[in-house]
């Protein structure tokens, strides 16, 4: 009886002692849950597109660890951008935009800039930058697309300070597939659209 007992015993304290595992966290959503972000969430932008952002965001991020050279400007090492979901929110919102209004900039066809975007979703900037570009390919490639893209960005001096500036710490990155016509209307090509908006909070 007393064994039988001992044995309880040592099973109750070992149950006690045992440590709960803590909750699982749900990731962050991609963009916030916001009426203005609803064309632009996970369940209606392409997994794919989805995929190449992260890949955009590790490029760059590979890029401030080493530090780098813009132009006559030398950047050190730099701490990684967060990916932020108001600013994807902003960044694919802008991107969709730039593909329906056939237009390649910062500023959209009514003169809002990159300011006043983030200030309609709530993101109250300390400071911001944004970059865009559009490829144009026979055929689009998210993966291949998303190298390439930093890699010019790098190699531009209008665009490289921005990947590398260490008082930017948070970023959004909208990238997806639409046409465009570079000069003549009837030579549309596919293409990818890319923004990345950068920012830090006040």
């Not at 007992?5 to 990731?27: H, N, Q, T, V």
């Not at 209606?44 to 965001?57: D, F, M």
């Not at 760059?60 to 951008?81: D, K, V, W, Y």
């Not at 006043?116 to 911001?128: E, I, N, Q, S, V």
Request: some cysteine; hydrophobic content about 45%; charged content about 25%.
């Amino acid at each position: 009886m007393s064994f039988a007992l001992r044995g309880a015993c040592i099973g109750a304290l070992l149950l006690a002692c045992d440590s709960a595992l803590p909750p699982e966290e749900e990731p962050a959503p991609e963009v916030p849950e916001l009426a203005a972000c609803e064309p632009v969430t996970a369940d209606t932008w392409p997994e794919a597109w989805s995929v190449a952002e992260r890949e955009v965001l590790a490029r760059i991020n590979a890029l401030r660890a080493e530090g780098g050279t813009c132009g006559a400007l030398q950047f050190s090492p730099a701490p990684p951008l967060a990916m932020h979901p108001l600013l994807r929110c902003a960044a694919r919102l802008h991107s969709d935009d730039m593909i329906e209004r056939a237009y390649v900039s910062s500023v959209d066809p009514d003169g809002l800039g990159v300011g006043p975007r983030l200030a309609a979703l709530g993101y109250d900037p300390a400071t911001f930058s944004e970059i865009v570009a559009v490829v144009t390919e026979d055929d689009v490639d998210e993966a291949d697309d998303a190298a390439d893209v930093v890699t010019a960005w790098r190699d531009n001096p209008t665009s490289c300070w921005q990947l590398y500036a260490r008082e930017l710490t948070h970023v959004g990155v909208g990238g997806l597939e639409g046409t465009y016509a570079v000069k003549d209307p009837e030579a549309v090509k596919r293409a990818a659209y890319w923004t990345v908006t950068l920012a830090t909070p006040r």
